[in-house]
Nanobody, 126 residues
Framework: VQLQASGGGLVQPGGSLKLSCAASGRTFSLYNMAWFRQAPGKEREFVAGTRSGDTNTYYADSVKGRFTVSGDNAKYTVYLQMDSLKPEDTAVYFC????????????????????WGQGTQVTVSS
């Protein structure tokens, strides 16, 4: 599986951006997908994720109510809609995927994911 993230850019506080993660592979819909981000000098942190067969989407508390994950299986693409952006959302955003079953307690752990996109920079600044 190859992942291609895009859609980052510079936006003012309160603005919106929509990130895309395009994946190769016909079994895309069977993958567990997640978004992570990494700010300079900080560890990579979980933003949002979904599990194959689970209708829920899980979000970090810091983005809950502002970010929304959606997907288009026909296009093998996952999206991260980011609204009400704050300067603290500034980071490189990565999409990640795992083909094997993932337990809920591991969903937020970066090391369990097998495939990663190259990252896209999001800068929130006035």
């Amino acid at each position: 599986v190859q992942l291609q993230a895009s859609g980052g850019g510079l936006v003012q506080p309160g603005g919106s951006l929509k990130l895309s993660c395009a994946a190769s592979g016909r079994t895309f819909s069977l993958y567990n997908m997640a978004w992570f981000r990494q700010a300079p000098g900080k560890e990579r942190e979980f933003v949002a994720g979904t599990r194959s067969g689970d209708t829920n989407t899980y979000y970090a508390d810091s983005v809950k109510g502002r970010f929304t994950v959606s997907g288009d299986n026909a296009k093998y693409t996952v999206y991260l809609q980011m609204d009400s952006l704050k300067p603290e959302d500034t980071a490189v955003y990565f999409c990640a995927a795992r083909a094997r079953r993932i337990v809920l307690s591991s969903l937020r752990m970066a090391h369990v994911y097998d495939y990663w996109g190259q990252g896209t920079q999001v800068t929130v600044s006035s």
